[in-house]
């Protein structure tokens, strides 16, 4: 026991706390509400993870949603995502041929956008699975991207 007495002396001899070690502590205390609790930390860093981007294409004619759409994989991709959902609409008034002043190929984009992306070999390099969305995320009228990890 004697010692580890004197080893206890000798640090605390050796290692004394300067001036400034004090002041740098003090200070750091006064600022320990600034302090996040790492769960905390982790649970904002998955939520923020696990938002779905969201790319409406109304409006947009068929080369500029291909663009938009292949911007917004790679972008999203190298952000981390995991899930992406692309809103190209169900083309409904191209049922109305009884107007001749509405385009019968208003829903072109609902289908080629997935065959565009389905197409571009460096893009499904990166995705896992295209899908029909969810109702409450547009049904038929929108499609999710699943990436792989």
């Known amino acids: 026991m004697v010692l580890s007495r004197s080893i206890k002396q000798i640090v605390k001899k050796r ?3 300067t001036f400034k070690d004090k002041k740098d502590w003090i200070d750091f205390t006064k ?3 600034n302090v996040g609790i790492k769960a905390v930390d982790l649970l904002q860093e998955n ?3 696990n938002k779905v981007p969201k790319l409406d294409l109304h409006g947009y004619s068929l080369t500029e949603s291909n663009k938009i759409v292949k911007k917004f994989i790679i ?8 899930k992406l959902l692309v809103v190209t609409g169900k083309g409904l008034r191209s049922k109305s041929y009884n107007n ?3 385009s019968e190929k208003l829903n072109v984009l609902r289908y080629s956008v997935p065959e565009f992306i389905k197409s571009n070999s460096s893009l499904m390099n990166k ?3 295209i899908s029909e969305a969810n109702i409450e995320d547009g ?3 929108a499609f999710y991207i699943y990436f792989k990890n």
């Open 75 to 82: 972008e999203s991709s190298n952000r981390g995502y995991k």
């Open 31 to 33: 600022q320990i509400d």
């Open 127 to 129: 995705i896992k699975q």
């Open 100 to 102: 001749p002043y509405v």
């Open 139 to 141: 049904g038929s009228g």
């Open 47 to 49: 939520i923020q993870t």
């Open 15 to 17: 290692h004394t706390a």
